[in-house]
């Protein structure tokens, strides 16, 4: 049980287009989604934390405008990178966790490479 | 000064050692600490938990934490080449932000 997914795996996009990485809970319901950055050997980054039907809260220095984050069902958040730049070439990934659940019981999803030509 | 800091490694040791992995964190409310295992290119998973201080073993695998000196330890016994991973110390700082070490890459040699 417990399991995260996220589609796709890999992207490579063009500098100035968007790309949509979704990320879904498979056999529970998840209140809170939450969206990671990590560079190549580092740490994750927490970026944004959403909660079904309601804005995400975004961590500072992350441009809410840059990474639209739409968490519309129980079971998918959306993490929109806009104008993307090469700079924005990263590991990207979610978590989920249920409603009253504790931090470690987040389940975290295999991450999606974005890489911006 | 990060709130939890992990030697990066690379770690390499032969098949069979016992290997020590160590973190140190600052904020002594932290009252979890969890130890993730991730795979190149995929996401972490979840290796074990504790709660406050004390040890907790689950097969080969034993987290340690000393909240006196803040340091928190994990250890693998009889380590296989399939433990190979990067290994990342964690802790919340609120009820669902998790701070995460920089991870120790480790490297089992057959």
């Known amino acids: 049980g417990a399991v995260v997914s996220q589609h796709p795996s890999r992207v490579i996009c063009k500098s100035g287009t968007s790309v949509k990485i979704e990320c879904r809970s498979l056999d529970f319901q998840a209140t809170t989604m939450f969206w990671y950055r990590q560079f190549p050997k580092q740490s994750l980054m927490l970026m944004a934390t959403s909660n079904e039907g309601s804005k995400a809260t975004y961590e500072q220095g992350v441009e809410k405008d840059k990474f639209l984050i739409n968490h519309a069902s129980l079971t998918l958040s959306t993490l929109t990178v806009t104008s993307a730049h090469p700079e924005d070439s990263s590991f990207y990934i979610c978590?989920?966790?249920?409603?009253?659940?504790?931090?470690?019981?987040?389940?975290f999803g295999p991450g999606t490479r974005l890489t911006v030509t | 000064q990060k709130e939890v800091e992990q030697d990066p490694g690379p770690l390499s040791v032969p098949e069979g050692a016992i290997v020590s992995l160590n973190c140190t964190y600052s904020n002594s409310a932290f009252q979890y600490f969890m130890w993730y295992r991730q795979y190149s290119r995929k996401g972490p998973e979840l290796l074990m938990y504790t709660y406050s201080s004390g040890n907790k073993e689950d097969g080969r695998f034993t987290a340690q934490v000393d909240k006196s000196s803040k340091y928190i330890s994990l250890f693998i016994r009889d380590s296989q080449p399939s433990d190979s991973a990067t290994y990342l110390c964690?802790?919340?700082?609120?009820?669902?932000?998790?701070?995460f070490g920089s991870g120790t890459r480790l490297s089992i040699r057959p």
């Open positions: 978590s989920a966790s249920v409603t009253g659940g504790e931090a470690y019981e987040q389940y």
């Open positions: 964690a802790s919340p700082s609120s009820a669902s932000k998790i701070i």
